[in-house]
């Protein structure tokens, strides 16, 4: 089955930097890789998703990247903000299914 | 639109009890989805329902867990009887098609003594 590694668990910038969270996945046929923010006390919410077929694909300060052929995709986040702090999931999934299998988690702190 | 609803928002109970959680999911989402995190790890899928069938139940840990979703609306998921490594949050999900994008509810926080 998929399996997906997410790097770093815990991350700390001051607001204003910018913030990049690594993934890798297992599975050469997975196509579509979404990416969830948990806040506190909430459930996952969906903020950007990408699909094999594209290389990038940006949304205002927030930027994902893939590159099948490595395996990996990222989780790019432009001058953050504190309300930016939260946990980011990846996931990756094959797009007969879309049952995503999750990252571990990185819990992004935003220093004011 | 209300969103994924998910009840009660946290539960504590004694190992060998009986505990149900339940989902109200977007209403007209056909795909309804249940999910586990335990304290540190990764999400976990547990089951995927089309309306009221099973579509994919590969995610179920073994026969403590039953899930239902009679009528093709709300979902039960029960714990019996629960033990220690029950513990977790789960979360529900929904979707309008499986190509959708999946709208989680808040989740239910399972303590087990």
């Known amino acids: 089955g998929e399996n997906v590694e997410q790097h770093p668990s815990t991350l700390s910038v001051q607001e204003g930097d910018s913030a990049v969270i690594k993934c890798t996945y297992s599975?050469?046929?997975?196509?579509?890789f979404p990416w969830y923010k948990q806040e506190l006390g909430k459930g996952p919410q969906l903020i950007i998703d990408i699909r094999s077929n594209v290389g990038e694909k940006k949304d205002q300060r927030i930027a994902v990247t893939l590159n099948k052929t490595a395996k990996h995709f990222s989780l790019h986040i432009t001058e953050t903000q504190p309300e930016d702090s939260a946990v980011y999931f990846c996931a990756a999934s094959e797009g007969g299914s879309y049952i995503p299998t999750f990252g571990r988690g990185t819990s992004l702190i935003v220093h004011p | 639109e209300a969103g994924v609803t998910q009840f009660p928002s946290h539960s504590v109970i004694e190992k060998g009890q009986t505990v149900t959680l339940r989902c109200d999911p977007i209403s007209g989402h056909d795909n309804l989805y249940w999910y586990r995190r335990v304290m540190g790890k990764e999400i976990k899928f547990l089951l995927h329902?089309?309306?009221?069938?099973?579509?994919?139940e590969s995610g179920m840990p073994n026969n403590r867990f039953l899930a239902e979703r009679t009528g093709g609306t709300y979902s039960t998921l029960k714990v019996q009887p629960a033990e220690l490594e029950d513990s977790g949050v789960y979360f529900c999900?929904?979707?309008?098609?499986?190509?959708?994008?999946?709208?989680f509810g808040d989740g239910t926080r399972l303590s087990i003594l």
């Open positions: 329902f089309v309306k009221e069938s099973k579509q994919d």
């Open positions: 999900a929904s979707s309008g098609g499986a190509g959708q994008p999946q709208h």
């Open positions: 599975d050469s046929a997975s196509n579509y």
